[in-house]
T-cell receptor
Framework: EAGVTQFPSHSVIEKGQTVTLRCDPI?????LYWYRRVMGKEIKFLLH????????ESGMPNNRFLAERTGGTYSTLKVQPAELEDSGVYFC???????????????FGPGTRLTVL | DQQVKQNSPSLSVQEGRISILNCDYT??????FLWYKKYPAEGPTFLIS?????DKNEDGRFTVFLNKSAKHLSLHIVPSQPGDSAVYFC?????????????FGTGTRLTIIP
């Protein structure tokens, strides 16, 4: 079974540009999460999708960040325009629904390292 | 305001000995706790978890202890092996409230010395 995949693995852009990160969750996982780790600090929650619906977006830093999950499959996270403080590693995670499965463990992708210059 | 804290940024342990990683939390509503392990250039990998109704959970070489009154949990690895060298993250969630988002600590880098 394929794990969570993320693309690209690394992105370097200039301040003011736009970047779109993609996450493909494990097949059949309704829950999809985005997290971010900045400068070796803690991994911080950004938002949570259940299928195509945003369940919780309380961690989104500001309106420069836009996440979508059309069709309830893969998700994209767009940063427009990017600022220096957006640099960090963006992780995606997916899990099954706890009511439908014996575990709701979140499985993480390898992350996208975003560098804003 | 950091709700999950890992006060030791790094820890070195000799191979074969016990590794003890510590984690403190401030939100008494957290009811589910997890440990994730992370290798460089990879995402965090789930290691072990514990519900707030328990005080211990064991899985092979890994044991997690929870002290609710002290808002403290620890991960014991025994015996430690070179492959255990990684960054370990403590995480917590409000599962019973239907909120599974994870709140992480800053991580502890564990180095196992051969």
């Amino acid at each position: 079974e394929a794990g969570v995949t993320q693309f690209p693995s690394h992105s370097v852009i200039e301040k003011g540009q736009t970047v779109t990160l993609r996450c493909d969750p494990i097949s059949g996982h309704d829950n999809l999460y985005w997290y971010r780790r900045v400068m070796g600090k803690e991994i911080k929650f950004l938002l949570h999708f259940v299928k195509e619906s945003k369940q919780d977006e309380s961690g989104m830093p500001n309106n420069r960040f836009l996440a979508e999950r059309t069709g309830g499959t893969y998700s994209t996270l767009k940063v427009q325009p990017a600022e220096l403080e957006d640099s960090g590693v963006y992780f995606c995670a997916s899990s099954q629904d706890l009511l439908a499965a014996s575990t709701d463990t979140q499985y993480f992708g390898p992350g996208t390292r975003l560098t804003v210059l | 305001d950091q709700q999950v804290k890992q006060n030791s940024p790094s820890l070195s342990v000799q191979e074969g000995r016990i590794s003890i990683l510590n984690c403190d939390y401030t939100n008494s509503m957290f009811d589910y706790f997890l440990w994730y392990k992370k290798y460089p250039a990879e995402g965090p990998t789930f290691l072990i978890s514990i519900s707030s109704i328990k005080d211990k959970n064991e899985d092979g070489r890994f044991t997690v202890f929870l002290n609710k009154s002290a808002k403290h949990l620890s991960l014991h690895i025994v015996p430690s092996q070179p492959g255990d060298s990684a960054v370990y993250f403590c995480a917590a969630s409000l599962r019973d409230f239907g909120n599974e988002k994870l709140t992480f600590g800053t991580g502890t880098r564990l180095t196992i010395i051969p």
